[in-house]
């Protein structure tokens, strides 16, 4: 069921509604980066689909040997299993802001969540899928802590390795350039219909460009004044 507005919960000696977002984007638009300022400028929790599910791969779990080979085919994970998946983690979250990154992924999924939860806005990030490409050849991880670097952006101190523990970086499968052109078809035949399912009950904001840094201010502008945060 839906949370009433009138809750209030405390951030950063600032109130701020019990606010529910899901951010929306092909991989490699900047969700991450983007649900990451929200996290650290609202204080909202990022409840990320792909996060939970390649720390289930690199644990090595049953969920994670079932991921991992759709993954490594540039195939999504079923949806039961996501879903499954997503809906206990929002349990375990009671009543906290939070934002949804990776669910809902279809219009079934939306109908799931919209009767547990009440939704107060969904956030569209449109990027040139050809700038996702790019930017996603470039792309390198810690796969334990989830730390992200992007070669001619944000390079690690050391060639290869993480800043904190010197681990060697890895690339995720699903960055490799003929995985992601697969999963972008996949994503615009999907998303489509979400996007089309919250956008008939008014809750669709799109963000468009080329970069996270000019998305950033308007995404936190829009937050601001729908938390009434000022």
Known sequence: MGIPHYKYTCFTNMYTKIFRAVIIGAPGSGKGTISERIVNTFG?????SGDILRQNIVNNTDLGKKAKQYIAEGQLVPDDIV???????????????????????????????SS???????????IPHDVIIERVKNRWIHAPSGRVYNIGFDDPKVPGRDDITGDRLTQREDDKPE?????????????????????????VTSFKGRETKEIWPRVERFLKDRVNMG
């Open 44 to 48: 909202f929790l990022h409840i990320s």
């Open 116 to 126: 547990r939860e009440q939704i107060d806005a969904v956030i569209n990030l449109n």
């Open 179 to 203: 995985v992601v052109a697969r999963r972008l078809q996949l994503y615009d035949e999907l998303m489509g219909p979400v996007l089309a399912w919250y956008g008939k009950r008014g809750l």
């Open 83 to 113: 879903t499954k998946t997503m809906l206990a983690r929002i349990t375990e979250v009671g009543n906290k802001s939070y934002i949804l990154d990776g669910f809902p992924r279809n219009s079934a999924q939306a109908e799931i969540l």
